[in-house]
């Protein structure tokens, strides 16, 4: 059973910076994929980003945090991180880390863990 728990959001300027934290427990790591999710209540939830528990650590990105979003893994504090620059107002959501195995995939139904997610909001 993998558990996860996310922290680091909170209130920022549009043009600032945020780094999200999900602290992943439990297991087994290996085939783990983690990823970060956000919606908002008007909004499906949208693929953020998702990185292999792997030595490679291929990631993937969603199209609307190219280049500014960079996701990140700490194998010896269990810890996926999502730094986040250049942030825009359209970027405040719910930041959730989930998790599956053997495969990265877009879809938040692939996903079988959760946490419980914590709030970006970008002030514009």
């Known amino acids: 059973q993998v558990q996860l728990v996310e922290s680091g959001g909170g209130l920022v300027q549009a043009g600032g910076s945020l780094r999200l934290s999900c602290v992943v427990a439990?297991?087994?790591?290996?085939?783990?994929?983690v990823g970060w999710f956000r919606q908002t209540p008007d909004k499906e939830r949208e693929f953020v980003a998702a990185?292999?528990?792997?030595?490679?650590?291929?990631?993937i990105y969603g199209d609307s945090v190219m280049g500014r979003f960079t996701i990140s893994r700490d194998n010896v504090k269990s810890t996926v991180y999502l730094q986040m620059n250049s942030l825009k107002a359209e970027d405040t959501a719910v930041y959730y880390c989930?998790?599956?195995?053997?495969?990265?995939?877009?879809?938040?139904?692939?996903?079988?863990?959760w946490g419980q997610g914590t709030q970006v909001t970008v002030s514009s």
């Open positions: 990185i292999t528990w792997s030595i490679s650590s291929p990631w």
């Open positions: 989930a998790a599956r195995y053997y495969t990265g995939s877009r879809q938040s139904d692939g996903y079988t863990y």
């Open positions: 439990g297991g087994p790591f290996s085939n783990l994929v």
